[in-house]
């Protein structure tokens, strides 16, 4: 084990050595016809004119924020200037993970549309492929940066007394983590769904065509739109869960001191768990195999829950080895720990089933809406709004059951361990999760392309086993997301020394409106910036079909044969032909890249900028206020949106599986679906950041607003009780209490007596507990613990 914790970085350069040798096998798959590598040449363009853009404006934010962390960090005690450089490298690690994970996105969807014309097996293995980079960059990177950066400050800090300093300087790496990836969810999300939103509505409702063809002009942009939301996007939300929930348990760890490891098992031990589950994701990648007639689902499934009984396994003797059967501060030692990493486990697979089943075709809540549809557009919402509502129940009762088993066996590190063991297996995780929207795109390419049948009916197995895999995953981001703002939250009030949120106090309660109110404001500025984006995009399809002589008549060409070209005439066909590639893709993707890149810099400075506010005006109380109110507000409507959202969509493909397209129900279905696009592609998925991004600020200013060890403002307040205890005869006794409260330098001394027998004074000095005493403006607690009463 001692070898493990030595050589941790390894463990993420074994990572990116895989993902090298499994981007070369992509690169080496046959691309196709000329027509498929144009349209993919297309897609991977707009996706990387995208992440450039993108980049220049963050690169502008890091240097800002870096400069500001470096400043602040050389002027207080308990941190270092060096945090700023654990920011960069984070947000470094964070935008590489989605540039690798684009990268190989835009060149496996092709060559799986290529390699369906083989075999729906072959088709899966280079789908799969292309997700396995992603996943396993995501992780390779986490690792190697933040064990690497580990290593750096404890050699430059070396000794017990300097972790504090070491872990706080480290926790720059989550801030630049989370920075990066709210930039590139919220982003990357009104990119994907102001293109879809055109796509669908002039070319679906309005011009009779279907999503991905050829004609309509925002099929190029929705196709890179599901790189840059589901798989940069879906990335970055991922690897922040991963090095947060890392982080936090790193600094709840400090405070347990362990016989072996110089005392710091339980700050190895999530770092060791990440690392080992590298290996169990690579492994699990080889059980994704299927044969032609075979289930999809059922391949990538073995591969998933296999490498999660691995890791299970592995779980046991990595806890045992690092921690102790018994350990101050933790009762149950190894077990308890080892029980609250199988709840955390358990509740991120239980609250992906109920996502599940809240999306999925033909099950009760979507057949709900579909039925729903019938009678128009409104009810379609209605229906959409209360399976939304209802989808949270079960999954906010998994993760309270996971928070009170963990915290049973193990306490706060518990919780923060369970978040660790949720995300061991991200590598996989996310590997299932980006093949998703690689085989969405195969199948969009195949429908350009207009391919033979039965190579659209194998992307589209995968696919509509994609779109299960998407709404598993965004359940297991969402648990994964409270679980880690959790075990942030409880590092930051032990980093600044709060003891408990008492929200009987007016500036606590305060913080946890403002908290409660803030995914509402975050979700409303993103919504209506997909809206915006969505109406110029809308404007510009519809300029092209009426201004493009080309595409106008190939339409009408379309309307007459109702979109199958099978039955046209060689006349009608060459007018459809002469309209092939002359839509202007480009001017497309060039709105929804600049909407998307303006329209994210308010809801990212919001997320930064708030809980600086409150930490520095109202204290660190009001800000563990502040973070309590968002996370609790914040899971909630981050999985009403996204199952709304997933429950909507779904209801549209079983309406137009049943052959019902350009039916008033479909029709219907349509507005539903794009009501719910930015729900479960922008404003909810977002929210998951928000949450944890708040949380990593709060825990980086921590020493700056900490509270002293008495529980009052830093430097402003302190308190001192004495208690007398005299006896006057074999009945009575008196007890005086005298307490000094020191305001601003100014002391203040008050002494209080209480007479009796003593069974009286017992009971006046029971209620003057915890009492609050005003002295000055400021507010002092007292607590009598214990009265040695003589006679």
Request: proline letters at 3%.
């Amino acid at each position: 084990m001692e070898l493990i914790v030595k050589f941790l970085p390894a463990f993420g350069l074994v990572a990116l050595l895989f993902v090298f040798i499994k981007n070369m096998w992509v690169s080496k798959q046959e691309v196709g016809d000329a027509k498929m590598a144009r349209i993919a040449k297309n897609i991977a363009d707009g996706a990387m004119s995208f992440l450039k853009a993108e980049y220049k404006v963050l690169a502008i934010f890091v240097v800002a924020v870096a400069v500001l962390l470096f400043f602040k960090g050389s002027n207080e005690v308990g941190s270092n200037g060096m945090v700023a450089l654990s920011f960069v490298v984070g947000a470094i690690c964070s935008a590489l993970a989605g540039f690798i994970g684009m990268k190989v996105a835009t060149k496996a969807n092709v060559r799986t549309t290529q390699a369906a014309k083989t075999s729906l097996g072959k088709a899966l293995e280079v789908a799969f492929a292309g997700g396995a980079v992603m996943g396993l960059g995501v992780v390779g990177l986490g690792v190697l940066g933040l064990s690497g950066l580990f290593w750096l400050y404890q050699e430059m800090w070396p000794g017990a007394e300097n972790l504090r300093l070491v872990l706080n300087v480290l926790s720059g790496f989550s801030l630049g983590a989370s920075s990066i990836a709210l930039f590139a969810r919220v982003g990357g999300g009104i990119y994907t769904k102001a293109a879809d939103v055109g796509a669908d509505l002039v070319g679906k409702v309005e011009a009779g065509i279907p999503e991905d063809h050829p004609l309509n002009p925002a099929t190029i942009a929705d196709n890179v739109g599901d790189n840059v939301g589901d798989v940069a996007g879906m990335g970055a939300d991922l690897f922040e869960s991963y090095v947060g929930s890392i982080i936090g348990t790193m600094v709840l760890g400090a405070f347990i001191i362990t016989p072996d490891f110089a005392g710091l098992g339980a700050v190895y031990l999530p770092l060791v768990l990440a690392a080992v589950g590298i290996l169990m994701s690579i492994i699990g990648t080889f059980f994704v195999k299927v044969k032609d007639g075979g289930n999809p689902q059922t391949a990538l499934n073995i591969g998933e829950f296999g490498s999660a009984g691995l890791m299970v396994v592995a779980s046991w003797f990595i806890i045992h080895a690092l921690i102790p059967e018994s350990v101050e501060g933790l009762p149950n030692g190894a077990n308890g720990i080892f029980f609250a990493t199988l709840a955390g486990l358990v509740a991120g697979l239980g609250v992906g089933k109920i996502t599940e089943y809240y999306t999925a075709t033909g099950k009760k809540p979507v057949m709900s809406i579909v039925k729903q549809s019938e009678t128009g557009a409104a009810t379609n919402i209605i229906a959409g709004l209360g399976v939304g509502m209802m989808s949270t129940m079960i999954p906010i009762l998994l993760i309270a059951a996971a928070i009170m088993t963990s915290y049973h066996f193990a306490g706060l590190y518990g919780i923060a361990i369970a978040a660790v063991g949720m995300l061991a297996n991200t590598g996989i995780q996310l590997a299932v999760d980006a093949y998703g929207p690689i085989c969405d795109n195969a199948g969009g390419i195949a429908e350009m392309a207009e391919l033979p049948s039965e190579v659209r009916e194998r992307t589209d197995k995968l696919d509509a086993v994609g779109n299960t895999t998407a709404a598993v995953g965004k359940g297991f981001a969402i648990a994964s997301a409270a679980l880690t703002a959790l075990a942030l939250f409880a590092a930051f009030m032990k980093t600044a020394n709060v003891p408990s949120i008492n929200v009987a106090k007016p500036d606590i309660m305060a913080g946890l409106l403002v908290g409660g109110m803030l995914p509402f404001v975050f979700s409303a500025l993103s919504m209506n910036a997909v809206g915006r984006a969505a109406m110029a995009m809308i404007e510009e399809v519809r300029r092209q079909f009426r201004e493009i002589p080309q595409l106008k008549a190939a339409l009408a060409v379309m309307r007459k044969y109702d979109s199958d070209m099978s039955k046209a005439t060689p006349e009608d066909r060459k007018i459809f032909d002469e309209a092939d590639g002359v839509a202007d893709y480009g001017k497309c993707i060039d709105i929804s890249t600049k909407a998307s890149i303006k329209e994210m810099v308010l809801p990212g400075v919001l997320a930064i900028a708030v809980p600086v506010a409150v930490g520095f005006i109202g204290g660190a109380e009001m800000l563990g206020g502040l973070l309590a109110g968002v996370t609790t507000c914040g899971v909630l409507m981050a999985i009403f949106q996204s199952n709304a959202g997933g429950a909507w969509d779904n209801a549209k493909k079983m309406i137009e599986s049943d052959g019902r397209k350009g039916t008033d129900a479909h029709k219907a279905a349509v507005v539903g679906d794009t009501v719910g696009d930015p729900f479960k592609d922008t404003s909810g998925p977002s929210l998951n950041i928000l949450l944890k991004l708040m949380s990593v600020v709060a825990l980086v200013i921590a020493p700056s607003i900490a509270l002293n060890v008495s529980g009052m403002a830093n430097g402003e307040t302190k308190k001192e009780i004495r208690i007398e205890m005299n006896s006057e005869n074999t009945d009575l006794a008196h007890a005086t209490i005298a307490y000094t409260t020191v305001v601003n330098g100014e002391k203040v001394t008050e002494e209080k007596t209480f007479k009796g027998t003593q069974a009286e004074v017992e009971s006046q000095l029971k209620e003057f507990e915890n009492v609050t005493i005003e002295s000055k403006g400021k507010e002092t607690e007292i607590t009598i613990e214990k009265v040695d009463i003589r006679k």
